[in-house]
């Protein structure tokens, strides 16, 4: 069901889900936050958008936090 929330010029974009967790911690203790998130690409079909790019940085290697050196292919 296409939504009547959202103008049709901009069902032409694609639209770009981005989903993540700040932490290792949060990815293994919040699953409920994530499995939100990835349900979010159900909510935008249902708005009407039939390109959906998903940035995935749950399963991306991430830095620890204030990491400040170049990133590497390792973080």
């Known amino acids: ?3 009547n929330k959202v103008r049709p010029h901009r069902l032409e974009r694609k639209a770009i889900l981005y989903v ?3 932490s290792a911690h949060q990815v293994l203790h919040n699953r409920e ?3 939100l998130q990835y349900a979010m690409r159900d909510r935008l079909t249902a708005l009407g958008w039939s390109e959906i790019e998903v940035i995935d940085m749950i399963s991306v290697v991430q830095p620890p936090a204030g990491y400040n050196a170049p990133v590497s292919s390792g973080w």
Do not use: N, P, V
């Open 1 to 3: 069901m296409i939504s």
């Open 20 to 22: 993540r967790q700040s």
């Open 33 to 35: 936050s994530s499995a």
